[in-house]
């Protein structure tokens, strides 16, 4: 159906408006946004001069108006439109103002509509408003009596529209209020006064394994675990005993598997609870609104963290903060029971040979099977910490006396003398355990840890597998250690090393068949220091390469030096240190140091200890076969005093023995002249050459000389000396042979040698 042309008509004050079949709407000063605050009139009546009468009578600014004069025409237009208001006729052409009526209650429409008619009979009017009309004006009517009928029939209206959509508004509100309950990831529950359930949302199920039905009207404490009812119980067991706010508490709750709740089973949730007030005076606690998050995984990433943070990822002991928060806790309680403790500091001896040797897998295995050791001996309420590394800290609270730390320091060596089986073989592990007891050896936590590990320093130095109480002594002398420690790293700078050379002589022949370079080291403060001393600390600290370096460098430049001056020099020998002679570049180091210097190789010689063959043999035997086969010579320093294995000569390709300077210094001792003459036997059958040490006097060189022993280094010829002095050995060397000429002319004058 074609809906009727609608137009507005202006409506100036005061002007004659002429009555038109068409739309009125008078002209209005709102903005265009305000149409959705405009009520549409409907005026349905045969009478045209009425319906162009109502829009004047009836015009406001918010207000069009529709017309027609049948209710088919009505109806089509409704079937398109929406109103506000309808004005009615009570009898139409087409049919009766009720069967509009009719059809808007049919077609559930909430249009207003007032009936106007000519009837006067008082049951038109009732069955008007009985089918639905808002209001019934009986013709003739005065224009006041529409105007309120129409003002409070729209007004009516807008109030019924508010209603109607507060109502949807508040049921959209409380399904949206529903939906997120029910499908909250929470638990939210409510309780009564006696802290009963009243309420649970599904999540229950899910979190717990409850049906909801079976907790309602129990206590939520049925709930909580044994252990955190002391923390919940006064709160939600009597709810009316709550204060005014809201609070939050974590605490475990049961799981339901099974026919029962498991003892062991439960989660940990972050309760927040709002109590339930009252709007009277009195504001009472009648309930609690209840929201429990599960925080379980958050709970055990925290514990995670926080036990990474305090423990050794490798043993999982107690990691260095752990137990130095650990010490200062039992020093602040000894301190207030004036009573003692004591801490040990344990270091793996040799382990970075297990590392070097067979990986650091198998050393982490080794760390693991000894801290199972430790902590199997150890008392309860003992602290066993890894501090990393190979160093280990144990914490001995409540000591009576330094016995007891004794004891348990025996007990850890005892603990760990089995071998322990790795997968490569096994391995005996021992320790260097240093003690140090409170309040004695210190107050802090850090003088006592110190403490002890000077004192196992010096259980190292002793020969390991012991253990030692501190004493300031040991602290003094750690202290001078570091400042030896730190002057040694400059010493190569300032220049305060040097060479000294120590001729080794031929008695028979009376000559000078090589020289020896030893380092030395004038402190400027403490003046000479002993190599036996330095060397070792250059050792440990890692100078040693650098050091070394340094004296090759040295003896080759002082090598070139004599032979630009027409000196001719038999042989340079020079130490080398186990840490040296395992670089695995340790031979191109020394040919390319010979060849800067263009020196020939047969005048240099390479001494090393026993104890160097007895590790890695086949790297060793690879490096000795080079120095050999780029001409120089390899000799066995202190020989007699180590393993002296013929295997090992058999194995080795090295050029000469040099007897230690023990057995000379005793050469008048029963043992001394067979093993001499078993070493000089060992040099004949292996083609080797023989050099003695520390010939101080003419006894030890005549008995050495009858014992095939020929060549020579000790006192009686020379004790080391600067580069000047050796020099003028080298030019003079008969001068070497002038105390060993008295000695035999004195002998020979008193008819003491043949």
């Known amino acids: 159906m074609m809906r009727p042309n609608k137009t507005s008509i202006p409506h100036p004050p005061g002007a004659m408006v002429t009555p038109t079949e068409h739309a009125f709407r008078p002209q209005s000063e709102a903005t265009p946004g305000s149409m959705a605050n405009t009520f549409r009139i409907l005026i349905v009546d045969d009478d045209p001069s009425l319906r162009r009468t109502f829009p004047h009578v009836l015009a406001r600014p918010d207000r069009i108006f529709d017309e027609c004069g049948t209710i088919g025409e009505a109806i089509a237009r409704l079937e398109h439109e929406h109103y506000a208001l309808i004005l009615l006729d009570y009898r139409l052409p087409d049919a009766n103002g009720l069967g509009l009526l009719d059809w808007l209650v049919e077609h559930r429409r909430d249009e207003a509509v007032?009936?106007?008619?000519?009837?006067?009979?008082?049951?038109?009017?009732?069955?008007?408003?009985?089918r639905g009309a808002d209001d019934y004006v009986r013709k003739p009517y005065h224009v006041a009596q529409l105007q309120r009928a129409v003002d409070g029939a729209l007004h009516k209206g807008t109030l019924e529209k508010a209603n109607k959509l507060m109502s949807q508004r508040l049921k959209a509100s409380e399904r949206l209020h529903r939906y997120l309950v029910e499908s909250s990831p929470d638990l939210i529950f409510t309780l009564d006064g006696a802290g009963r359930f009243t309420y649970l949302n599904p999540r229950v199920k899910a979190l717990l394994g409850y049906d909801r039905s079976a907790l309602m009207r129990r206590p939520f404490t049925t709930l909580v675990m044994p252990e955190d009812l002391d923390r919940i119980d006064s709160l939600l067991s009597q709810p009316s005993s709550l204060p005014g706010e809201s609070f939050n508490v974590e605490l475990r709750l049961r799981r339901y598997r099974g026919g029962a709740a498991s003892e062991g089973d439960s989660i940990t949730v972050s309760l927040t609870g709002i109590p339930?007030?009252?709007?009277?005076?009195?504001?009472?606690?009648?309930?609690?609104?209840?929201?429990a998050r599960d925080i379980s995984e958050r709970k055990r990433a925290e514990e995670i963290i926080s036990f990474q943070a305090y423990h050794d990822q490798l043993t999982h002991l107690p990691n260095r903060v752990l137990f130095k928060d650990r010490l200062e806790l039992a020093i602040a309680q000894a301190q207030r029971r004036t009573g003692a403790l004591a801490v040990m500091f344990i270091d793996v001896d040799r382990f970075k040979l297990v590392n070097d040797t067979f990986g650091h897998a198998e050393g982490d295995a080794l760390l693991r099977a000894i801290a199972a050791r430790l902590s199997a001996t150890l008392r309860r309420g003992d602290t066993l910490a890894r501090l990393g590394g190979d160093e280990f800290t144990v914490l001995l609270p409540d000591i009576n006396q330094p016995e007891d730390a004794e004891t348990i320091a025996r007990k850890v060596l005892e603990a760990l003398s089995p071998p322990i089986t790795l997968s490569q073989g096994q391995f005996r592990a021992t320790v260097s355990i240093g003690i140090a007891l409170f309040p004695r050896d210190g107050s802090t936590a850090e003088e006592l840890t110190r403490h002890a590990d000077v004192a196992m320093y010096q259980v190292k130095r002793s020969g390991k597998n012991a253990y030692r109480f501190f004493d300031p002594d040991l602290n003094t002398r750690h202290r001078d250690r570091i400042a030896l420690e730190n002057d040694l790293r400059s010493a190569l700078a300032r220049n305060e090393l040097d060479l000294h050379y120590q001729p080794q002589v031929s008695v028979v022949n009376r000559r000078i068949v090589g020289l020896e370079a030893l380092l030395r080291w004038e402190h400027p403060v403490l003046g000479p220091i002993p190599p036996a001393t330095f060397v070792q600390v250059a050792e440990e600290v890692g100078l040693i390469g650098?050091?070394?370096?340094?004296?090759?460098?040295?003896?080759?430049a002082q090598v070139a030096e004599w032979h630009e001056a027409g000196i001719a020099l038999p042989r340079m020998s020079i130490n080398l240190s186990a840490h040296d002679f395992h670089r695995a570049n340790i031979v191109s180091t020394i040919t390319e140091c010979l060849g800067r210097h263009a020196l020939e190789p047969a005048q240099f010689e390479i001494e090393i200890t026993e104890s160097i063959m007895m590790n890695d043999t086949v790297g060793v035997a690879a490096k000795l076969r080079e120095l050999r086969s780029a001409g120089i010579s390899v000799a066995i320093d202190d020989f007699g005093t180590g393993y002296s294995a013929l295997a090992y000569l058999q194995k080795f390709p090295v050029s000469a023995l040099k007897i230690d300077r023990s057995f000379v210094r005793d050469l008048e001792g029963p043992m001394t002249n067979p093993i001499i003459?078993?070493?000089t036997g060992i040099a004949r059958g292996f083609e080797l050459e023989l050099v003695a040490e520390g010939v101080e006097n003419e006894e030890q060189a005549c008995a050495l000389r009858s014992l095939g022993c020929d060549v020579m280094q000790g006192y009686?010829?020379?004790?080391?000396?600067?580069?000047?002095?050796?020099?003028?050995?080298?030019?003079?060397p008969e001068q070497l042979f002038r105390t060993l000429d008295t000695a035999t002319q004195r002998d020979q004058h008193t008819g003491l040698t043949a």
């Open 276 to 291: 339930m007030i009252t709007q009277e005076d009195d504001r009472r606690v009648v309930g609690l609104y209840g929201v």
């Open 677 to 679: 003459s078993a070493i």
């Open 716 to 732: 009686l010829f020379a004790r080391p000396a600067p580069a000047a002095e050796a020099h003028a050995w080298l030019l003079e």
């Open 546 to 556: 650098e050091i070394s370096a340094w004296v090759l460098e040295r003896a080759c």
């Open 114 to 130: 007032i009936i106007i008619s000519g009837e006067d009979a008082i049951d038109a009017a009732i069955g008007a408003l009985r």
